[in-house]
């Protein structure tokens, strides 16, 4: 069956919420995807910045076929030993308190959220608490991750949505202090935002969201889903920051492939939140996705994977701005470590992201103007020349 009829049999059956790009992936091997025609393919999407250690990095699919032979689910009604193995190696790394797993990094923004409301349901004693959230940013699309999210093209059809949201202006502290009130309980940001363009957040804006959390008795949520797990050379991108955290959120390279998140609390927010009969999951940190996790950390620890981002940064960043220099319509880039948005003006960024499609490069696009690279974290110096000269001639046949 050619790609084109494979693609036409998927619309048959699969609901059109996505507007998919015309290919059909088979295979990957390193940071290579392979159509089922067999076209080869530099990958800089990493699934939405999922694969951080490419395909069949050696060692990952070992660990989970030895899991398989042993135990997938056995449910939270019982300990597991990858679950156990797991939260020391989330908590130990982060050096925050508690882990809960999840299956997605939506998942683990409705914990946070319920965390956070219980939170302040024990400490004051009533329900109502509200949330400031920040305009232009993406947490999901569940109903309570929606509320929290600063787009209305995503809330709009779905209204009325979850009530005590307050939106502020990412990096602008005045405009947060703006949203307070006596019933506000938390504070929610992408420590990066992803979806909205690439904007890292500011030192000042994290030490202030700090301190207002700190003197108010709320809790500041940093949502690490796509920025965090190494992306920026840091575990957790806020690490860059010298600030910690109420409640973080995890997911996406995590498990580099299977389906696993998590929320993560401090002692402070762990103390005085859930509690036994709060919340739940039946399939969140079962064995087969622990055993990912584990492995996972275990490879970044032994490969250096954290160093090898900080090392290649520079050069990253630099090929970026030399690719600003030399195209009129690449009008700058901004972002951290391996997660980097090239702004794009005068041209269609949809345009730009299939004729790369076409000629052997996967990039995706992020806010309306901005190609998004977030690709496995073990690229070289050669795959980002290969990325930028194929980027560079798609560009500028847009």
């Known amino acids: 069956m050619s790609m084109q009829n494979q693609m036409e049999e998927a619309e048959v059956s699969i609901l059109h919420t996505y507007n998919r790009f015309p290919v059909v992936f088979e295979r990957g091997e390193g940071v290579y995807l392979y159509d089922t025609e067999g076209k080869k393919y530099l990958d800089f999407a990493a699934g939405i910045a999922v694969n951080a250690l490419g395909y069949h990095y050696p060692g990952y699919d070992e660990a989970l076929k030895e899991q398989i032979d042993k135990l997938t689910h056995i449910s939270n009604l019982y300990y597991n030993e990858t679950l156990i193995t797991a939260g020391a190696r989330v908590t130990l790394q982060s050096g925050m308190s508690k882990v809960f797993f999840t299956n997605s990094g939506t998942e683990a923004i409705e914990g946070a959220i319920k965390a956070a409301r219980r939170y302040a349901y024990d400490k004051r004693g009533h329900a109502g608490g509200e949330i400031i959230a920040m305009n232009h940013s993406f947490h999901g699309r569940s109903i309570g991750a929606l509320s929290l999210t600063g787009n209305a093209h995503y809330r709009e059809p779905f209204e009325p949505l979850m009530g005590?949201?307050?939106?502020?202006?990412?990096?602008?502290?005045?405009?947060?202090?703006?949203?307070?009130?006596?019933?506000?309980?938390?504070?929610?940001?992408?420590?990066?935002?992803?979806?909205?363009?690439?904007?890292?957040?500011?030192?000042?804006?994290?030490?202030?969201?700090?301190?207002?959390?700190?003197?108010?008795?709320?809790?500041?949520?940093?949502?690490?889903?796509q920025c965090g797990m190494g992306r920026t050379g840091h575990y957790f991108a806020w690490q860059a920051y010298g600030i910690q955290p109420d409640i973080m959120t995890c997911a996406k390279a995590l498990g580099c492939g299977v389906p696993v998140g998590a929320f993560v609390l401090n002692e402070r927010a762990a103390a005085h939140s859930l509690v036994p009969g709060d919340h739940g999951t039946t399939y969140g940190g079962n064995p087969f996705v622990c055993a990912a996790v584990t492995k996972v950390f275990d490879i970044f620890e032994k490969d250096m994977i954290l160093a090898h981002v900080q090392e290649l940064t520079p050069y990253l960043e630099e090929t970026l701005e030399r690719l600003v220099s030399e195209v009129p319509c690449a009008a700058g880039h901004r972002g951290m470590g391996f997660i980097q948005g090239l702004v794009v003006e005068g041209k269609n960024v949809g345009d730009v992201i299939k004729l790369a499609l076409k000629k052997g490069l996967v990039i995706i696009s992020a806010g309306t103007n901005v190609i998004r690279l977030v690709p496995p974290l073990i690229i070289t110096r050669a795959h980002i020349d290969e990325m930028a000269a194929i980027l560079k001639e798609s560009l500028l046949e847009a």
Do not use: H, W
């Not at 602008?172 to 904007?199: F, H, P, R």
């Not at 959390?213 to 809790?219: A, F, N, Q, S, V």
């Open 164 to 225: 005590g949201v307050r939106f502020a202006d990412f990096n602008d502290l005045e405009s947060v202090k703006a949203c307070l009130n006596e019933n506000t309980c938390a504070i929610i940001a992408e420590t990066v935002q992803g979806e909205g363009g690439i904007y890292p957040a500011t030192q000042e804006f994290l030490e202030g969201l700090r301190r207002i959390c700190d003197e108010r008795d709320m809790l500041l949520i940093l949502d690490e889903i």
